[in-house]
T-cell receptor
């Protein structure tokens, strides 16, 4: 079984540009989570989505960040007008249900560098 | 979700068992104990989880005390590839309140040759 896939693995953007990070969940998984890991810091929850619905976005910065998980295709984390402080590793995870008895499985991450 | 406390670092000799402790004294009855690890800067890897019974899989064993206030992750025969940061996470079971994993500082396990 293919695991969670993320692309690109590395992304370089200049300040002010937009960054789009993609996440394809494991087969059969309809729940997606995004986490961010700033340099030398721990992983922080950002957003939890089901197909076409945002369930919990309490960890998302109020501005410039958005996420979607359309009926078809991967989940997208979008960062508009990137700043240097957005440089981080962004991890996506997926699970088959909301049931917390089911673990989340993580992808390899996208490392965003803002120059 | 309940807070967890782990030692910041531990060392283990290759081939020996690694026992990683975790305190979660405020855990609620419906909260699960999850363990993940992160090797270098890779994506976190799921290891094992449990509610109140001890659990074992191909990677590790999880021992949860009877009062559920603490647990121990056991890697029976540690290898150099097990060097990683290990996270103990307490997680609720409801769709909204338990919708996230809250990562703490974890324990840096170093397996020495």
């Amino acid at each position: 079984n293919a695991g969670v896939m993320q692309n690109p693995r590395h992304l370089v953007r200049r300040r002010g540009q937009e960054a789009r990070l993609r996440c394809s969940p494991m087969k059969g998984h309809s729940h997606v989570y995004w986490y961010r890991q700033l340099p030398e810091e721990g992983l922080k929850f950002m957003v939890y989505l089901q197909k076409e619905n945002i369930i919990d976005e309490s960890g998302m910065p109020k501005e410039r960040f958005s996420a979607e998980f359309p009926k078809e295709g991967p989940s997208i984390l979008r960062i508009q007008q990137v700043v240097r402080g957005d440089s981080a590793a962004y991890f996506c995870a997926s699970s088959p249900t909301w049931d917390r008895r089911q673990p989340e499985y993580f992808g390899p991450g996208t490392r965003l560098t803002v120059t | 979700d309940a807070k967890t406390t782990q030692p910041p670092s531990m060392d283990c000799a290759e081939g020996r068992a690694a026992n990683l402790p975790c305190n979660h004294s405020t855990i609620s009855g419906n909260e699960y104990v999850y363990w993940y690890r992160q090797i270098h800067s890779q994506g976190p890897q799921y290891i094992i989880h449990g509610l109140k019974n001890n659990e074992t899989n191909e990677m590790a064993s999880l021992i949860i005390t009877e009062d559920r206030k603490s647990s121990t992750l056991i890697l029976p025969h540690a290898t150099l590839r097990d060097t990683a940061v290990y996270y103990c996470i307490v997680r609720g079971s409801q769709e909204t309140s338990g919708s996230r994993l809250t990562f703490g500082e974890g324990t840096q396990l170093t397996v020495n040759p």
